[in-house]
Nanobody
Framework: QVQLVESGGGLVQAGGSLRLSCSAS????????MCWFRQAPGKEREFVAA????????YYADSVKGRFTISGDNTKNTVYLQMNNLKPEDAAVYYC??????????????????WGQGTQVTVSS
């Protein structure tokens, strides 16, 4: 079992930036990839970005490409999400997840078996 703790959410004006962090503990050796999903009220959980440790492969949702950057430190079991030029539609609870996702399943919810509690991101217009 892997435990995940997110931090860094908050309130920001449109066009502003936030950096989310996610720290993993426990059986982290079983983790091949980490990612971020988000969920807005009344909407399904949506993939945002993922990083696979082997090869440092990253993958983004089209809606955040060019604005968000995922990075991580495998030795510290930590992943970050730098969010720039935030828009009101980016407002959601952001969840960190970890699992054995392959390069073909990085955006698939079921590819991740450990989830954090979520951190709220609010963007004012």
């Amino acid at each position: 079992q892997v435990q995940l703790v997110e931090s860094g959410g908050g309130l920001v004006q449109a066009g502003g930036s936030l950096r989310l962090s996610c720290s993993a503990s426990g059986r982290t050796f079983s983790t091949y990839a980490m990612c971020w999903f988000r969920q807005a009220p009344g909407k399904e959980r949506e993939f945002v970005a993922a990083i696979r440790w082997t090869g440092g492969i990253t993958y983004y949702a089209d809606s955040v490409k060019g604005r968000f950057t995922i990075s991580g430190d495998n030795t510290k079991n930590t992943v970050y999400l730098q969010m720039n030029n935030l828009k009101p539609e980016d407002a959601a609870v952001y969840y960190c997840a970890a699992g054995r996702a392959s390069i073909w399943s990085l955006s698939v919810v079921r590819a991740y078996d450990s989830w954090g509690q979520g951190t709220q991101v609010t963007v004012s217009s």
